[in-house]
């Protein structure tokens, strides 16, 4: 039985997790999760701000993780902190608190990719998210579209050209001057929205478009946020309208995301669809890719909301894999802006 204590701090969320457990069978134990909500007053994330917030929480959250799973610091196996990618300066508070713990208790440290972390989130609570798997990662800052034969074997299909999917949701909630962080505020609106008023492309959806295409499982959102933009600008009244826009936008987001997914399960013939990342919490697309695949016998496995997010239980879990392999991180660990996730080859 291994233990293994989880800190995430890439963003604007300090969190530590306990899991404990062995193989594909990890318990989480405890997780805390304090989201920094200053930001929003500036609507998006100041890095600044972040690192300094990082410092006085993180702490207190481990101390509170430890408490809540019943753990003393000498219980632990391993320390397994996020270092890329994300926000230099708040990745290196949990970096250097990380090595501080590992290195003072002499038990080894991990350094986990963000992404990696996401892919491993809904394994916590569904026993069958294990690979072979298409894994479907949207988040904040990325778009990926991976095929997992095994855990560390990854290979990447698609990515975003330009924003990532959380990012255009984001973006248009400011558009129709919703809170940030966005997202879900676009869901709701998007509820009471007529589908049949704004149409918006699908980019890069060409119907005759072949596996070895390159527009084939990439994806490209910026072009339906400047659409969304004149359509906004275009309209005489924005708060009569701006339902019909959220729900036209999500429509043409949600196809996009749900026929890659498919393209990609249906290419390697994969009989599970994981996703994973914040716009994972987006009960419409969730439900529009089981409507799209499962007729198909493909099943579609989601995190729930707490474990899609950022949050260091998802941190912890890949390292349950990344520790069994016999890998273990120096002190000289640092923190990267972005780099690829581990074991992850080009298509
Ligand atoms: O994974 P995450 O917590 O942080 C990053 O690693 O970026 O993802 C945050 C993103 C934000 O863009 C947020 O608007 C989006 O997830 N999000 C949603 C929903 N809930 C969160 N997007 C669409 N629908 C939602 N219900
Ligand atoms: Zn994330």
């Not at 038990?107 to 569904?126: D, Q, R, S, V, Y």
């Not at 400011?174 to 962080?181: A, I, V």
């Not at 709701?188 to 918006?200: S, V, Y």
């Amino acid at each position: 039985m291994t233990r293994i204590l989880g800190i995430e701090t890439s963003c604007d969320e300090t969190s530590a997790a306990v899991l404990e457990g062995k193989g594909d069978q990890v318990t989480q134990k405890s997780l805390v999760i304090l989201s920094q909500d200053v930001h929003r007053v500036f609507g998006g994330v100041v890095p600044e701000i972040a690192s300094r917030a990082h410092l006085t929480s993180i702490v207190p959250v481990v101390a509170r993780a430890l408490e809540e799973a019943g753990t003393k610091l000498d219980d632990l196996d391993a320390v397994a902190v996020t270092n890329t990618p994300g926000l230099v300066g708040a990745l290196l508070v949990g970096v250097s608190y990380g090595k501080a713990l590992a290195f003072s208790r002499g038990i080894p440290l991990l350094g986990i990719h963000h992404m990696e972390g996401h892919l491993f989130a809904a394994a916590l609570e569904h026993p069958d998210a294990v690979p072979p798997f298409t894994a479907l990662l949207i988040s904040g800052g990325h778009t990926l579209l991976l095929d997992v034969e095994a855990w560390g074997k990854y290979q990447l299909l698609g990515a975003t050209r330009d924003d990532a999917a959380g990012e255009a949701f984001d973006k248009v909630a400011k558009l129709l001057g919703l809170p940030y962080p966005g997202g879900r505020y676009v869901e709701q609106l998007a509820l009471e929205g007529n589908p049949k008023r704004f149409h918006f492309a699908r980019a890069m959806v060409r119907k005759n478009a072949l596996p070895k295409d390159d527009d084939y499982y990439a994806f490209s959102f910026s072009g339906i946020k400047t659409a969304v933009l004149n359509a906004v600008r275009a309209s005489a009244d924005i708060e009569a309208d701006k339902a019909d826009l959220a729900r036209g936008f999500q429509d043409s987001l949600i196809d996009t995301l749900v026929e890659k997914t498919w393209r990609a399960a249906n290419a390697f013939s994969r009989q599970r669809v994981v996703l994973g990342g914040g716009v994972a919490c987006n009960r419409t697309l969730a439900t529009a890719m089981r409507t799209r695949l499962e007729p198909e016998g493909i099943t579609v496995l989601t995190p729930s909301p707490r474990l899609a997010t950022d949050n260091a239980a998802m941190i912890a879990r890949a390292a349950f894999f990344r520790f069994e392999q016999g890998e273990r991180s120096g002190l000289d660990l640092n923190a990267y802006a972005s780099s690829p996730i581990p074991g992850v080859v080009a298509a």
